[in-house]
């Protein structure tokens, strides 16, 4: 069964530090990968995503995230965080033979200054 | 930002109460999707329309009634819900229904169910 996995549910970071927020994926075939930010009281957004070629996808707000498929990861960095980058952040993958997206359960960032 | 609308942003409903959900998207896409998300939990998809058709009904309780009278509007009708549907409710589209396309997403509706 396909699945998606956000081992943190909460990442701290010192702003103007690097930061990752990680993600693991199960799914047959090649993937399709995403991350979103959900800011609060807002929907989701898009960030960016993976559909084939290289392995190191950019993105919106800086944000950047590098495929590896013998790990089945897709993490999300970021060089420099920012105190804006605080919110809730969900990875999300979809096989190339359905319609459905599945979500991981989302990390929260939380940036301090 | 404002191209996936949803009204109410806000709905407080009794479980004997019938209301509706809207969203509307302004982007021209063919596929549009209802979630629920809760607390903890990931988002769960609901219900698939890919030119207005239902593509995929994701085990969802008959007290959730959607429609999709053309590509750009989407309704979730409610009745007799229970106390566990209380959750945020996203409405999202894309380009077509499956394979790269990224969904866009509108901020929301959060329903309190008394």
């Known amino acids: 069964a396909q699945s998606v996995a956000q081992p943190e549910d909460q990442v701290n970071v010192a702003e103007g530090n690097p930061l990752t927020v990680k993600c693991t994926y199960s799914v047959s075939g090649n993937p399709y990968l995403f991350w979103y930010v959900q800011y609060p009281n807002r929907g989701l957004q898009f960030l960016l995503k993976y559909i084939t070629g290289d392995n190191l996808v950019k993105g919106s707000y800086g944000f950047e995230a590098e495929f590896n498929k013998s790990q089945t990861s897709f993490h999300l960095k970021k060089p420099s965080a920012l105190v804006s980058d605080s919110a809730l952040y969900f990875c999300?993958?979809?096989?190339?033979?359905?319609?459905?997206?599945?979500f991981g359960t989302g990390t929260r960032l939380q940036v301090f200054p | 930002e404002t191209g996936v609308t949803q009204t109410p942003r806000h709905l407080v409903m009794g479980m004997t109460n019938k209301k509706s959900l809207k969203c509307e998207q302004h982007l021209g896409h063919n596929a549009m999707y209802w979630y629920k998300q809760s607390a903890k939990k990931p988002l769960e998809l609901m219900f698939v329309?890919?030119?207005?058709?239902?593509?995929e009904n994701n085990s969802v309780p008959s007290r959730f009634s959607p429609e999709c009278p053309n590509s750009s509007h989407l309704f979730l009708h409610l009745h007799t819900l229970q106390p566990e549907d209380s959750a945020l409710y996203l409405c999202?589209?894309?380009?077509?229904?499956?394979?790269?396309?990224?969904?866009?997403f509108g901020p929301g509706t959060r329903l309190t169910v008394t």
């Open positions: 329309y890919s030119l207005e058709e239902r593509v």
């Open positions: 999300a993958s979809r096989s190339y033979n359905t319609d459905k997206l599945i």
């Open positions: 999202a589209s894309s380009q077509d229904g499956g394979g790269a396309d990224e969904q866009y």
